[in-house]
């Protein structure tokens, strides 16, 4: 191949190509190069064809980059290396670059400023850095906020369908493995699967409202040895639910590419969870059942007491909504990430805690009748008037009590709204985010982009020496349609 190098070879302008036997020209020796560069002059910077003169001094601001590399190159191959063409005799160097971006990027060397253009695509701009052997820290302040959002608003998708094939792998039972793995956990990925996470979402809230129902004193029974029993009905109702939860964790479970990633999965805890405490507090009721003698009345109460606790902690399964409900997975990215947020508001509600508390105790602790009679009960009084509770089960009685307790009032409104405007900001930048994600897979699938993209890539036509087209072996049948011979 011929390497395009513009030189004056001969008294004319025209391409090196590379040397051979045949050819016995060279490149240009860095002598050469280097008495091109001390010349007096600018030099032109040719972007995609938009030309830029520039002197070689302003591109040694930033030398580790691609343009401060060019400076100081002084061989052939360096020069072939950083641009796509070069012309020693008009000291121009080619870049088959988009020229769009390049303004501001020169802009840097010539400024020391970097500025986003408007209407310019942060993704692009930021390649553009990337080649140039530029960073983002670069940038002015102006520029920054919009600069960092827009990048952190661009989708990101989890496992893609390339991605997935290798993540099963190219064994036997993969596509079968696949199938399953999307049907329960893509519902976006055929009919059948959004039925499934349909399915699953009424199995949980229906569970829910039988819970609730349950504990109704209409519908509680007690047998002859006093303990409550719950309605047939309920829990025929429960033995459903539990089995429908069960079999789909379990395919999950054997469809997921990894078994261990799976079990340490946020949401794959969530839904153990929701299963667990029905077998638990099974196994406990026939635990307690099957002892009947008189000197394990008291165990038998404890056993029902844990099994009470664990029949509550079905309550939990709620939290499988958040599988297929955007603002549910917002609200826990949202805590997720603003644990620092959270950790301020903890740490300045327990200071003011412990100072107002203090102060009432002292105050409060010789008068009569008083109910703050040690430091744990002032603490549940500090904590019920900081968050604007205040039962009313405990209250200061001195003027220097109820002074505290003012101002107790106060600081903790203060102190618990400050900075809960951070998290709510938090929460809708991931929900901005995540709708942009969920409305770009959807137009992808409606519009079959995959498709379409399939039918602009397919082979071209070859043609044999004799003129013959070489058709592709699906298109051979069809030779009254693609035979091109005749032109």
Not at 100 to 119: C, E, M, P, V, W
Not at 361 to 388: G, H, R
Request: aromatic share 12%; charged share 25%.
């Amino acid at each position: 191949s011929t390497t395009q190098v513009r030189q004056t070879w001969g008294g004319r302008d025209q391409p090196w190509p590379a040397p051979t036997s045949v050819n016995p020209i060279r490149p240009p020796s860095p002598f050469i190069i280097i008495a091109n560069k001390i010349l007096t002059g600018p030099v032109i910077l040719n972007i995609g064809g938009k030309k830029h003169e520039v002197q070689w001094d302003t591109l040694d601001k930033f030398p580790t980059s691609r343009l401060g590399r060019l400076r100081n190159c002084v061989t052939h191959r360096g020069l072939e290396d950083l641009c796509d063409a070069y012309s020693l005799a008009k000291r121009e160097y080619y870049f088959d670059r988009s020229p769009r971006n390049f303004d501001a990027i020169l802009g840097l060397y010539r400024t020391d400023k970097l500025h986003l253009s408007q209407g310019v695509c942060v993704q692009d701009f930021c390649e553009e850095l990337e080649y140039w052997g530029l960073t983002d820290l670069h940038l002015e302040p102006c520029c920054q906020h919009t600069y960092y959002r827009a990048r952190w608003l661009l989708p990101s998708y989890g496992i893609q369908d390339e991605d997935l094939d290798e993540e099963f792998g190219d064994r036997g039972c993969a596509p079968t493995q696949k199938r399953l793995w999307n049907l329960f956990e893509n519902p976006h990925y055929s009919a059948a699967a959004k039925v499934v996470a349909v399915v699953s979402c009424m199995f949980v809230v229906v569970s829910t409202l039988c819970l609730i129902f349950s504990t109704l004193p209409r519908f509680q029974q007690k047998d002859e040895h006093g303990i409550i029993q719950e309605e047939n009905f309920f829990e025929i109702a429960e033995a459903v639910f539990v089995g429908w939860f069960t079999f789909e964790y379990v395919i999950r479970f054997i469809a997921a590419p990894h078994k261990l990633r799976f079990l340490k999965a946020g949401m794959n805890i969530v839904d153990l969870l929701g299963i667990l405490p029905y077998f638990a507090s099974l196994c406990l009721s026939l635990l307690t059942t099957s002892t009947t003698t008189t000197g394990q009345t008291k165990y038998q109460d404890e056993m029902r007491r844990i099994a009470q606790i664990f029949r509550i902690m079905r309550i939990l399964r709620i939290f499988k909504l958040a599988r297929h409900i955007t603002g549910l997975q917002t609200l826990g990215m949202t805590l997720k990430n603003s644990y620092k947020e959270l950790g301020l508001l903890m740490l300045v509600v327990i200071m003011g805690m412990l100072i107002f508390s203090g102060l009432a105790y002292v105050s409060e602790k010789d008068e009569p009748d008083t109910k703050f009679i040690s430091m744990p009960q002032a603490l549940y009084w500090a904590i019920i008037t900081m968050t604007s509770v205040g039962y009313g089960d405990i209250s200061p009685t001195t003027w220097f009590g109820k002074l505290v307790g003012s101002a107790c009032a106060i600081c903790g409104v203060l102190c618990i709204s400050l900075p809960i405007p951070i998290i709510v900001n938090n929460f809708n930048k991931f929900y901005e985010k995540a709708k942009i994600e969920e409305e770009i897979l959807a137009k992808k699938k409606k519009s079959s982009w995959e498709d379409t993209k399939k039918e602009e890539t397919k082979p071209p036509v070859r043609f044999s020496e004799n003129g013959s087209s070489k058709l592709p072996t699906s298109a051979a049948k069809r030779p009254e349609r693609l035979d091109l011979r005749k032109y």
